[in-house]
């Protein structure tokens, strides 16, 4: 008995194009004229498709035929999964030029005429009050943050650099310390204790974003908010750390 193959209805090949850098891998039916073929390519690479030239190449990248014959299908000729089919454009298009998104027109519009417009998320937002266009929910916001600021700078003010001291931080167990900062800092909002640790139990030298608020040993510096800190006769305390 005489066993003959089936070739599948689909091949999956690799398009390329004297208009564009890269290669896309694509699925189509055998069943397609090359004429139909074209027309699914346009969408790939950008071409015409009547001025299109097709080239077949093995999966090795070797030179087959040209697909040249408008009504033929594109499972008549030897292509298999894998293969490379090139597209030559003949439009005088140039190389990259449907890469190039700076070469296309985009649409602009005043800030006045995008305010008068009722189809934005800022009308939206603006109808709805909501955002940074709720007037009173942001009022209270700043008064919130305003008054955290000044129970902050409160505490702050009840604590001296070069005292000693011990932070209670949530999650973590008392760590005692020198205070060697107190004040605003560039790298977030709020009042900050600077705490030299008397073990390396920190997170910095005294320095962030490479900004210097005091000096310590690396791992030794940590920044914490006034709540946490309580200031008074703490002993240092040796936690075996150094001989780990």
């Known amino acids: 008995m005489e066993v003959t193959g089936v070739t599948a209805p689909t ?5 390329s194009s004297s208009l564009n850098s890269f290669r896309s891998e694509k699925r189509y039916s055998r069943s397609l004229t090359i004429a139909e073929f074209k027309c699914k390519l346009e969408l790939v690479v950008g ?3 009547s001025c299109m030239e097709l080239e077949l190449y093995g999966a090795d990248d070797k030179f087959y035929s040209k697909l040249d014959q408008e009504d033929a299908l594109l499972g008549s000729y030897p292509v298999d999964d894998g293969c490379r089919i090139h597209v030559i454009d003949h439009s005088g298009a140039r190389l990259g030029e449907y890469e190039d998104v700076a ?3 985009k649409y602009e519009i005043s800030q006045e005429a995008y305010d008068q417009r009722q189809d934005t998320v800022r009308s939206f937002l603006k109808r709805s ?3 940074r266009y709720n007037e009173e929910e942001r009022a209270q916001q700043e008064a919130e943050a305003a008054q955290r600021l000044a129970e902050e700078k409160a505490q702050a003010s009840a604590i001296s650099v070069g005292s000693r001291c011990e932070v209670r931080a949530p999650g973590q167990s008392p760590r005692r310390g020198t205070v060697m900062y107190v004040g605003l800092t560039d790298f977030k909002p709020g009042y900050w204790i600077g705490v ?3 073990e390396p139990l920190g997170k910095n030298d005294g320095s962030v974003n490479g900004k210097r608020y005091f000096e310590c040993q690396a791992k030794y510096g940590a920044f ?3 709540a946490v800190v309580t200031v008074g006769d703490f002993p240092e305390e ?3 750390l150094d001989e780990m």
């Open 47 to 49: 071409s015409p498709a």
């Open 196 to 198: 030299r640790y008397d």
């Open 11 to 15: 091949v999956t090949v690799f398009i």
């Open 129 to 131: 009050k909501l955002g």
């Open 103 to 105: 070469r296309v027109e």
């Open 224 to 226: 914490v908010k006034p």
């Open 238 to 240: 040796d936690y075996g």
